[in-house]
């Protein structure tokens, strides 16, 4: 079994998101990665509610949605009802951490947690076990189209390791700069989700290169 792929949304054709999300529809895709940024806990602005919906009555895949947010916690039901399957948060946004969790589950979604490149993977430790997802940030988060902080490969052995020793099923999911050779590393590393955005959308044939990617061992 290959890596689970996610491919960001971010860098798709919003003039086109209908045929951009059949287009991820119809290849070895397994989520879409839907990247939600506040311009205060990152320096840029993405998108809302509305365009979560869009992708959502198009997309036949689960909604993966990276929340780059200062409190998301007001948000945890309209995310809900905007259509996200996975629901990720930052460890730095957020003071009551175990409770965001809490609430994420309890509105029926999957709970992810999003550490910085700065940030330790042993700051983890208490609540790993109550996590469906640890996503590794190999870039500073607020943009597409960066490169590859080699550090992360640690940070997922790091993070394989703490799952293990707690006893936690979260899947580690690794987020920028992702394409065939940072990817194929990633993997061997013990990468479980592969988010890839420029590389996917920029390519001339993005249904190739997500197979491609889902073939990375
Ligand atoms: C960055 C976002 C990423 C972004 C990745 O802040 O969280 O999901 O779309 O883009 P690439 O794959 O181009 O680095
Ligand atoms: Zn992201």
């Not at 689970?4 to 895709?29: G, K, T, W, Y």
């Not at 809900?80 to 399957?85: E, I, T, V």
């Not at 609430?103 to 042993?122: F, Q, R, S, Y």
Request: glycine share 8%; hydrophobic share 45%; aromatic share 6%.
């Amino acid at each position: 079994m290959g890596p689970l792929i996610s491919p960001s949304v971010l860098s798709c054709d919003f003039a086109n998101i209908q045929r951009d999300v059949e287009m991820i529809n119809r290849s070895a895709a397994d989520w879409f990665h839907v990247d939600v940024m506040d311009g205060v806990f990152v320096p840029n602005i993405s998108f809302g509610f509305p365009v979560i919906s869009a992708i959502k009555k198009h997309a036949n895949l689960p909604l993966d949605v990276h929340l780059m947010i200062q409190n998301p916690d007001q948000y945890i039901g309209e995310f809900k009802k905007a259509g996200a399957d996975i629901l990720t948060v930052h460890y730095e946004a957020c003071t009551h951490l175990h409770r965001t969790i809490q609430a994420i589950k309890a509105e029926g979604m999957k709970a992810g947690v999003a550490l910085n490149p700065h940030t330790p993977v042993d700051l983890l430790q208490d609540i790993v076990a109550d996590l469906d997802l640890v996503l590794i940030m190999s870039v500073n988060p607020g943009f597409g189209g960066q490169s590859f902080i080699k550090n992360a490969l640690l940070k997922v052995e790091q993070t394989k390791n703490l799952i293990h020793r707690t006893g936690s099923h979260a899947l580690v999911e690794v987020d920028g700069g992702v394409n065939l050779q940072t990817g194929s590393e990633l993997v061997k590393a013990g990468a479980d989700v592969l988010v890839a955005g420029s590389f996917v959308f920029n390519s001339s044939d993005p249904i190739e290169t997500i197979s491609n990617l889902k073939a990375l061992r």
